[in-house]
């Protein structure tokens, strides 16, 4: 039986890392930089457990999911991403994501994500306090996109909003609640 992590990040660094340190600590892992290649490995290996960058070089690693679940149905996705927003997580676990985890993350986190049992269903609490008006903005600029398939020019008409103001604010960090 097959126990290889798949990583999927464009960040060959990042990418790299976290194969090592996975080795180091007996997970045989394999890196993967782009679809395609991510792909390739998952019909060849069938990995168990699957990492998964959100941002996959402008293009959105959610469009992954159901392919890697087709490849191996019993498949663990965690999706990792800079940019987290209530949006995607929920999107993510809709599509069959086991677990999705904010970076920076460390490494004890995303091996508890593999194991956790309690968090196969994931619940999303509602906050103690409402969103900021900045908060709301970025939910709703993530959901949009992603209804776009991380295309920035169909995301900016949709929102009646010039390319270069959305790219700038898509490389903001996401306001705070």
Not at 109 to 136: K, M, T
Request: a negative charge.
């Amino acid at each position: 039986m097959n126990d290889m992590t798949l990583i999927i990040d464009d960040d060959a660094a990042f990418n790299g890392v976290l194969v090592r340190t996975l080795e180091r600590r007996g997970y045989p892992a394999r890196g993967a930089l782009d679809p395609a290649s991510a792909l390739e490995l998952a019909r060849r290996e069938s990995p168990p457990r699957v990492v998964l960058d959100l941002n996959l070089n402008g293009a959105s690693g959610l469009a992954l999911i159901p392919e890697l679940l087709e490849i191996n149905p019993a498949c663990r996705i965690v999706v990792l991403t800079g940019y987290a927003s209530i949006t995607t997580a929920v999107d993510a676990i809709k599509l069959g994501a086991f677990q999705y985890l904010a970076k920076p993350v460390e490494i004890e986190a995303i091996l508890g994500a593999f194991d956790d049992e309690e968090n196969a269903d994931v619940d999303f609490a509602a906050p103690d306090e409402p969103l900021s008006v900045n908060r709301l903005e970025w939910e709703h600029i993530q959901r949009v996109l992603n209804e776009n398939d991380g295309n920035i020019s169909a995301t900016a008409r949709a929102l009646k909003m010039h390319r270069r103001t959305l790219q700038r604010k898509l490389g903001k960090h996401p306001a705070k609640s």
